[in-house]
């Protein structure tokens, strides 16, 4: 798991969306057309599924997100593929010989069913020709394709001196050709600019200030200069990072050492642990008896006005000696 962002890099990251894919195309029941659909039990048991090779932290409600991200995109690459199989096999123009045409690793005939009936409606059609004329219209499309940028942010990585990618490194390879030598489009192009000149006005500005500009102030610029251009006009969610996807936040450091359980605790950290425990019930019990001393004095002071004097001056004694 990264540091940095709650997700899986590296050899894990593939092994993650493969299980992934298996796990859908062998436990997922294909008759819920909407992802949002899925009972929860049935989602229940493809988390169980996962966790018999992962460990999901079922508690935090980003990381789980990242992990419902990942079988989501499995859920619409299978349907996919279903779908295109239909297609070659009649889909619109016959559909009876599609739908005697049972895909071979389709989870069972019923799914099947469920599915060239949904296909086979004129609303579906109607959706699907839309989805098409949408994808058409995009204009800033990244070159990343199913691996995530923090997993991209892992390869490019320098092995020998851990040095990572800066912000700018990372855009420029997920939206330049490198093959064609040439950005995809002019959107892309323009964009990388804008990215440019409000990172290069923010470090003048700074300098003009007589701010001496550190490697760390460098790439907290560009990271911020992606942000103002490319983040979209609307309220981003708590966790999440635009250029990133889910991201640790402070109150969720302790998540890092859960994801890394495998590892027996040291002993020193299992000392310091008990010590902190050990000290936790001391103070509780000290602010128990400092609790129950002060309803000791009252009740006395109230039946016993003349021991009022009594009870008090051992009390300001001590704070004298404090003193």
Not at 112 to 141: F, P
Request: contains cysteine; glycine residues 4%.
């Amino acid at each position: 798991m990264d540091t940095r962002t709650k997700g899986f890099v590296g050899d894990s990251a593939a092994q993650f969306a493969t299980e992934c894919g298996i796990v859908i195309r062998t436990m997922c029941p294909m008759k819920f057309h909407k992802w949002e659909s899925i009972p929860t039990d049935d989602m229940d048991l493809m988390y169980e599924k996962l966790e018999t090779k992962f460990n999901l932290l079922r508690l935090d409600r980003v990381f789980m997100e990242h992990v419902n991200d990942k079988l989501h995109r499995q859920w619409k690459r299978t349907r996919g593929t279903l779908s295109a199989y239909w297609m070659e096999n009649g889909g619109i123009t016959n559909p009876q010989q599609a739908r005697s045409k049972v895909k071979p690793d389709c989870r069972s005939k019923e799914d099947w069913n469920h599915l060239c009936d949904y296909w086979e409606l004129e609303s579906t059609q109607r959706y699907s020709d839309q989805m098409k004329v949408n994808r058409g219209k995009q204009v800033i499309a990244s070159r990343g394709g199913s691996r995530s940028i923090a997993n991209h942010v892992f390869h490019m990585t320098n092995q020998e001196t851990q040095m990572e990618p800066t912000p700018l490194e990372v855009y420029y390879k997920l939206h330049f050709n490198a093959k064609k030598q040439a950005w995809e489009n002019d959107d892309e192009r323009i964009q990388y600019e804008n990215i440019i000149r409000h990172k290069d006005e923010a470090m003048a500005k700074l300098i003009s200030e007589g701010t001496t500009i550190t490697s760390t102030m460098h790439y907290k610029l560009e990271e911020e200069a992606i942000e103002n251009v490319c983040a979209r006009e609307k309220t981003i969610k708590s966790g999440w990072k635009v250029g990133v996807g889910p991201v640790l936040r402070k109150k969720d450091l302790w998540m890092t050492s859960e994801a890394e359980s495998s590892q027996p605790p040291s002993s020193e950290t299992e000392t310091l642990r008990n010590q902190v425990t050990s000290l936790k019930e001391e103070v509780k019990e000290l602010k128990q008896s400092k609790d129950n001393y002060e309803k000791l004095s009252m009740f006395i002071s109230l039946k016993f006005p003349e021991f009022k004097s009594v009870i008090s001056s051992p009390m300001s004694s001590e704070a004298n000696d404090s003193e």
